[in-house]
């Protein structure tokens, strides 16, 4: 039996992903949650240390936030947040560019592979890697798609890590997440969406993703919307 590392940011992908790693028995699994100056780190920090409880779980945090600093996103920066249709969810490329920090995902994968050799040098101990990352269609950021998670286990290779990098849920619409985090026993409500603010803005473009996910997946969202 090996270990496991999961990237997580509270949401709902990271924290289905996080279920699904527990389901399957891994035997110590450390959730990884990253501060990178984010306007709603708090809740984000939150959800990822419940999930840590539920799983059975070490909580670990590294501060990142010098990433913060240099990012435009409106995710770091303050900025006008527009409120987003169903209608305009069919093609969210422009708008998902206001949210894009810089190198996010292969800063956040660098780090994880720093845990994992220091925990191998320090335990002789092998641990997984595991992304929340989803199907984002022709919208896709090019550090969430199946070529990025294959080069970055190339690059991990190339040094001293053992294990794999795994993107379980890569293949999946929000929907189809939604579903699988219900089977195994996923509490929505302690998860956290909204790029802007510590309760969901119910506008932005995250909000409105995860209201699409629930809609489609004809199942009820237990959180807790700005009204």
Known sequence: MKNAIVLCSGGIDSVTTAYYVKKKKYRKII???????????????????????????EFFEINLKWLGKISGSLINKPGKIKKIGRKELKDTRKESTKYYVPCRNTVFIVYALALAESMFIKEKKIYDIFLGFKNEGRESYPDTTKEFVFEMNK??????????????????????????????GVNFKNTHSCYVKNIHCGKCLACMLRKEGFYWSNEKDDAIFSP
């Open 31 to 57: 959730i990884l949650f990253f501060n990178y100056n984010q306007k709603s780190v708090k809740r984000e920090r939150e959800c990822s240390r419940k999930t840590a409880r539920k799983v059975g779980a």
């Open 155 to 184: 690059l991990g290779k190339l040094g001293n890590f053992k294990g794999k990098i795994i993107a379980p849920l890569i293949s999946m619409d929000k929907e189809d997440i939604i579903l699988l985090g219900k089977k195994l």
